[in-house]
């Protein structure tokens, strides 16, 4: 709980409950949940989520640049936030930092890319890879084998 100064009473910190409780409460009461919580929900922009994640992970741009085979000047921009990276790159940075499940999908929610959905074959392969911490090279050739795209 956070203080609200507004009124003087404690309020739920959105940033601390989990996201299927947050569907919840919008299902039971979504007027209420838009009068009383929407505005607490702290907007977060992918670059900054990125950076956090490569202070995580300890990967520094450079590292990055030679993990994911992308340029410097592309790498340094999507740290900016001057540019967005397309979905394969998202996944490609993901597999270079041995990025969680929900990390993967968090990324590729704030870049407005799609999460990896189970009933697509592609997307199946990589969750595979992702929760078996397959390398980016690994997941490569498990894509090509099973007549999919690769990554890179």
């Known amino acids: 709980m956070i203080f609200d100064s507004r009124n003087g009473t404690e309020k739920d910190d959105l940033s601390r409950v ?5 569907i919840n ?20 922009r992918f670059e900054d989520y990125l950076r956090e994640l490569m202070e995580k992970y300890h990967c520094t741009p450079g590292q990055m640049i030679i993990r994911t085979c992308l340029s410097k000047p592309f790498v ?11 979905r394969d790159v998202i996944l490609r940075i993901c597999f270079a930092l041995k ?5 993967t999908q968090r990324l590729l929610t704030l870049a ?26 690994y997941t490569n050739m498990f894509l090509e084998e099973h007549g999919e795209k690769k990554l890179l």
Request: proline fraction near 4%.
């Open 18 to 22: 989990s996201t299927d409780q947050i």
């Open 25 to 44: 409460q919008i299902k039971e009461a979504p007027v209420q949940f838009s009068q009383e919580k929407l505005d607490m929900i702290q907007s977060k």
């Open 76 to 86: 340094y921009q999507i740290l900016k936030g001057e540019r967005v990276p397309g």
């Open 99 to 103: 990025a969680d499940l929900d990390e």
């Open 112 to 137: 407005e890319k799609g999460v990896l959905y189970p009933k697509v074959k592609r997307d199946a392969a990589i969750l595979c890879c992702i929760e078996s911490g397959k390398s980016l090279e």
